[in-house]
Structures are given as structure tokens and as C-alpha cells.
């Protein structure tokens, strides 16, 4: 029986199983800076974040799209006849036209920068036919068409046919400096939790502390009742603060679980549930922050929303351009140069003799023949021009845009005025804080001089035991005050470094575009 129960040891031992008096549970010690990077790493909202950056630079190449050429190419084949409905077409054999075709056309064009808009195309038609008035029972006809259109009034110049393009480009900035908006929320999240994280454990110390305080006094109050220097109210007086603060102790651990989920949750969730998250730093005392106007100067200089919304007003100036663009007459300038050939076997009935320019073109190649030449070239040049009758639909975006960009504009100004209340709260809230501390601090020295006053009296019979058990108590209030109140001041600062983007230059941080 007793190899059994050892070999069942081992075995759970080396599976990693819990034995019941043999604890595995795993303690972490963090920095503060050491949270702070392992939620910029593994937070999921900014995680989410950061992919809006590489999603709104594929907006750029969207709008770069529109200037891609296109190639297009197509090869119908077709056959057809007819019965001939013509004097002229009576020749053909059995009362019929009959007409093969095979046409592969190709085209090649786009829009430039400055809207214009190319396009090169080249159409090779192949005849076979029986019509008497063919000139070749096999024809080539290659033609060749280059075509170009340049806008004069609507969509003229390089800055309206790349405004998609631009506001893609101040998107893109946009999210960025959403990035750096949401690192300072992860941030300023994080030390404030970090801080409750250290509050709750300094907690649990003073209830242990002071549960020890009461325990201690029952022990002497036990011993004082023994020599009849105490009553048996006064241990029971004690004994039941003792339970009290033995409550106060659980619910203090209870707490110190709570933060240490919330930090393991908001700084790394791959961190194991068992593990307990102890805070290895302490609040800061920096003293009372100074130069409240140079504070506001480096908020407004530096805060990620200023220049987030300045790219939403410069968007809409974009989006302006382009609705006045749309307002204008459109006034094109056309111009088509082209050049077609000729060429084929078998000459038709009807021809007693071909042009001096088409002997010897019988393949595809020789109908090439004059290509280039004032001979197969044709071309065109002209004025198009559209008038739009009231418009209204181009009128009304106009001024949509620009009472939205006078909005935005507002928004501007609120979100500095926000800028600056931040940082006036922040500032005020850490000289209060500040003072507050040095006030907290003279209640823990106080509270417990008065204890120890309470204690000697005790000893001499000057005191009762409920005189000191309501020292112990302010004494452990006054802790916990001071305890919370460095707490709050610390609190008050990481929002002042947060109001004025400080928090990047404290960790070092830099957001890479």
C-alpha cells in the first residue's frame, strides 16, 4: 500500500498535478514600465489599432488605380450569308453572300495625372468573301487609332485628379496618430491600474498588520485578566475586533485577486490565470508640478488629436476642390490620328485591275505596306463642350462641403479647449494631491502617537480597552488614507503626463509609421 501511494505521487509530480500541501502557484513581479510595454505589445485594442494604418495606406494605391492603363484584347470570329438583294451582286455563286470573318482587336489606355486620357488601338480584320464586289476574295485591314482628350475646365490639373489620392495619404497620417491617441489610453489605463494593483496590496499588509495589532492585544489582555488587571468584557471587547479585522483581511485579499485579474488581463492575457501579479514599484513623489502654461504649450503641441482632426479639415478641403471641380463647364480638347491599310488574295470578278498601291500585298504583313505615311493616315482635332443647366447637384455638394469643413474647423477648437481642460484638471488635481499626501502623512504620525499614548495608558488603568481599540482603528484608517491618497496623487500625475503626451518621452516610445 505504501509503494502504491508513492508511486501515485511521482506520478502526479511529474504530470504536473497539484498535491493538495504542494502549491505550484507562480508570482510575478512587473515594473511599472515593464507593464506599460507588455500591454503596448499585447493589448488588444490597440493590437485592433494599429491595423487601421495598413488598411488606410491601401486607400492610396485605390486611388493611385485609377491612373493604371488597361490593356484589352478580343478575337470574335463570325461567318454570315445572305441571298444577294442587288443587280450588282448577281454574280455571286448560288444566289448567296457568304462572309467570313475574324477581327482581333486590341486597345491600350488610361488617364494621367493632369486627366488626360490616351488610348492606342489596333483593329486586324480578316474578309473571306464570295460578294461580286469584292475587291479581294481574302482582305487584311489593319487600322491603327490613337485618340487623346485633355480636359480644359472640369478635371483639369494635377491637384483635382489626385485629390482621392491625397485624402487617402491624410488618412493614412489620421490613423497613425490614432495609434499614438490610443497608446496614451492603454497607457494612462495601465498606470492607473497598476496603482490600484499597488493600493490593494498595501491594503492587505495594513489589515494583516492590524489584525496582528488586535491579536497582540488579546494575548495581553489574557494575561492581564489572569493577575485580575482585566475583566473578562475587555478580552471579549478584543476578541471580537479581532474577527472583525479578520473579515476586513479577507475582503482585502479578495480585492488584491480582482486587481491582479485586471492587470494580467489588461497588461498580458497570455499570462496563466494562476499566476499572481505583484507590483515592484511605488507611487512617485515628485512633488508639485510648476509652469502650468508651458504644460498647455507642449499639450496642444503634442497631443495626436490636434493633428488628427487638422487632417479631417484638410481632407474636406480636398473634397472641396473636387466639388468645385464638378461645378464647371466640362470643355475637352479632342484629337484622333489614324492609319488603315489594305491587302489580299484573289482578286473579285468584277475587277479588271487594282490601284498601283495595293499590287503585291498579299499577306498580313505587306498590308502594312504605306503605314504612317499621308497616304493611310486620317485624323481629327476639335472642341467638345458640355453646359450643365443649373447644376444643382454640384452646387449643393459644393456647400455641403464647406459648411462641414466650417464644422470640423469648430471641432478643432473644442478639442483644443478639451486639451487645455485636461491639463488644468490634471495640474490642480496633483497640487491638491500633493498637499493631501503631506496632510496623510501627518495623520498616520499622529494616529499612531496617539495609539501608543492609548497603550500606556492601558497599561496603567488611565485607559479602557475600547480607547484603544478605537486608536488601533484610526490608525488603520489614517494608513489606509495615506495609502490612497499617494495613490490619488499618483493618479493625478500619470493624467497630467497624459494630458501633455509626456508619457512617450517617459518610456521611451515611438510610434513607427
Known amino acids: 500500500m505504501l509503494r502504491r501511494i508513492t508511486a501515485v505521487i511521482l506520478f502526479l509530480a511529474v504530470a504536473g498535478v497539484a498535491v493538495p500541501g504542494h502549491s505550484q502557484e507562480t508570482e510575478i513581479r512587473l515594473?511599472?514600465?515593464?507593464?506599460?510595454?507588455?500591454?503596448?505589445?499585447?493589448?488588444?485594442?490597440?493590437?485592433?489599432?494599429?491595423?487601421?494604418?495598413?488598411?488606410?495606406?491601401?486607400?492610396?494605391?485605390?486611388?493611385?488605380?485609377a491612373f493604371d492603363p488597361l490593356f484589352s484584347t478580343s478575337t470574335p470570329l463570325g461567318r454570315g450569308e445572305r441571298p444577294v438583294n442587288s443587280a450588282l451582286e448577281q454574280l455571286a455563286e448560288n444566289g448567296l453572300i457568304l462572309q467570313k470573318t475574324f477581327t482581333p482587336a486590341n486597345s491600350f489606355g488610361g488617364k494621367l495625372f493632369t486627366g488626360t486620357q490616351y488610348s492606342l488601338?489596333?483593329?486586324?480584320?480578316?474578309?473571306?468573301?464570295?460578294?461580286?464586289?469584292?475587291?479581294?476574295?481574302r482582305s487584311y485591314q489593319p487600322v491603327?487609332?490613337?485618340?487623346?482628350?485633355?480636359?480644359?475646365?472640369?478635371?483639369?490639373?494635377?491637384?483635382?485628379?489626385?485629390?482621392?489620392?491625397?485624402?487617402?495619404?491624410?488618412?493614412?497620417?489620421?490613423?497613425?496618430?490614432?495609434?499614438?491617441?490610443?497608446?496614451?489610453?492603454?497607457?494612462?489605463?495601465?498606470?492607473?491600474?497598476?496603482?490600484?494593483?499597488?493600493?490593494?496590496?498595501q491594503h492587505v499588509k495594513v489589515a494583516e498588520d492590524n489584525l496582528k495589532l488586535a491579536e497582540d492585544l488579546v494575548e495581553r489582555l489574557t494575561r492581564s485578566k489572569d493577575?485580575?488587571?482585566?475583566?473578562?468584557?475587555?478580552?471579549?471587547?478584543?476578541?471580537?475586533?479581532?474577527?472583525?479585522?479578520?473579515?476586513?483581511?479577507?475582503?482585502?485579499?479578495?480585492?488584491?485577486?480582482?486587481?491582479?485579474?485586471?492587470?494580467?488581463?489588461?497588461?498580458?492575457p497570455t499570462i496563466d490565470v494562476t499566476m499572481r501579479i505583484q507590483a515592484f514599484d511605488g507611487p512617485r513623489d515628485t512633488g508639485v508640478p510648476s509652469n502650468l502654461r508651458e504644460k498647455i504649450a507642449q499639450a496642444l503641441a503634442q497631443r495626436p488629436e490636434i493633428p488628427q482632426q487638422e487632417l479631417?479639415?484638410?481632407?474636406?478641403?480636398?473634397?472641396?476642390?473636387?466639388?468645385?471641380?464638378?461645378?464647371?463647364?466640362?470643355?475637352?480638347l479632342l484629337g484622333t490620328v489614324g492609319f488603315a491599310g489594305l491587302g489580299g488574295k484573289g482578286v473579285g470578278p468584277t475587277i479588271r485591275m487594282l490601284p498601283s498601291r495595293l499590287e503585291g500585298r498579299d499577306t498580313f504583313a505587306e498590308a502594312f505596306g504605306d503605314y504612317f505615311t499621308h497616304k493611310s493616315m486620317n485624323w481629327s482635332v476639335g472642341i467638345q463642350l458640355q453646359i450643365p443647366i443649373w447644376n444643382r447637384t454640384a452646387l449643393a455638394q459644393l456647400e455641403e462641403t464647406r459648411l462641414q469643413r466650417r464644422q470640423q474647423g469648430l471641432q478643432l477648437s473644442l478639442i483644443k479647449n478639451q486639451i487645455t481642460l485636461d491639463v488644468e484638471t490634471a495640474f490642480q488635481d496633483?497640487?491638491?494631491?500633493?498637499?493631501?499626501?503631506?496632510?496623510?502623512?501627518?495623520?498616520?504620525?499622529?494616529?499612531?502617537?496617539?495609539?501608543?499614548a492609548r497603550e500606556r495608558d492601558l497599561a496603567a488603568g488611565l485607559a479602557t480597552v475600547r480607547q484603544v481599540l478605537e486608536a488601533q482603528n484610526k490608525l488603520l484608517n489614517a494608513q489606509d488614507g495615506e495609502i490612497q491618497t499617494l495613490v490619488d496623487y499618483a493618479g493625478a500625475r500619470s493624467r497630467l503626463d497624459a494630458a501633455q503626451a509626456q508619457s512617450f518621452d517617459t518610456y521611451r516610445l515611438v510610434v513607427q509609421p
Request: without cysteine.
Open 31 to 65: 515594473s511599472l514600465e515593464e507593464a506599460v510595454r507588455r500591454a503596448l505589445e499585447h493589448n488588444l485594442d490597440l493590437q485592433i489599432e494599429r491595423l487601421n494604418p495598413p488598411i488606410a495606406h491601401q486607400g492610396i494605391d485605390e486611388g493611385l488605380g
Open 121 to 137: 488601338s489596333l483593329n486586324s480584320q480578316l474578309l473571306i468573301t464570295n460578294n461580286p464586289q469584292r475587291l479581294f476574295d
Open 144 to 201: 491603327l487609332t490613337f485618340s487623346l482628350t485633355q480636359p480644359l475646365l472640369r478635371d483639369f490639373g494635377i491637384a483635382v485628379n489626385l485629390v482621392k489620392v491625397r485624402q487617402a495619404e491624410n488618412t493614412e497620417k489620421k490613423a497613425l496618430f490614432g495609434v499614438k491617441a490610443k497608446m496614451l489610453s492603454v497607457i494612462l489605463n495601465v498606470e492607473a491600474t497598476y496603482w490600484s494593483l499597488f493600493y490593494a496590496e
Open 227 to 268: 493577575s485580575g488587571l482585566a475583566t473578562a468584557l475587555d478580552v471579549l471587547q478584543a476578541k471580537s475586533q479581532v474577527e472583525a479585522r479578520r473579515g476586513d483581511l479577507a475582503r482585502a485579499r479578495a480585492d488584491l485577486l480582482k486587481a491582479q485579474s485586471q492587470i494580467r488581463v489588461l497588461v498580458d
Open 312 to 332: 479631417v479639415i484638410e481632407n474636406l478641403a480636398q473634397q472641396e476642390l473636387l466639388a468645385q471641380n464638378n461645378t464647371l463647364w466640362r470643355l475637352d
Open 430 to 452: 496633483t497640487t491638491a494631491g500633493f498637499a493631501q499626501l503631506l496632510a496623510a502623512r501627518e495623520a498616520v504620525a499622529l494616529a499612531q502617537e496617539q495609539l501608543s
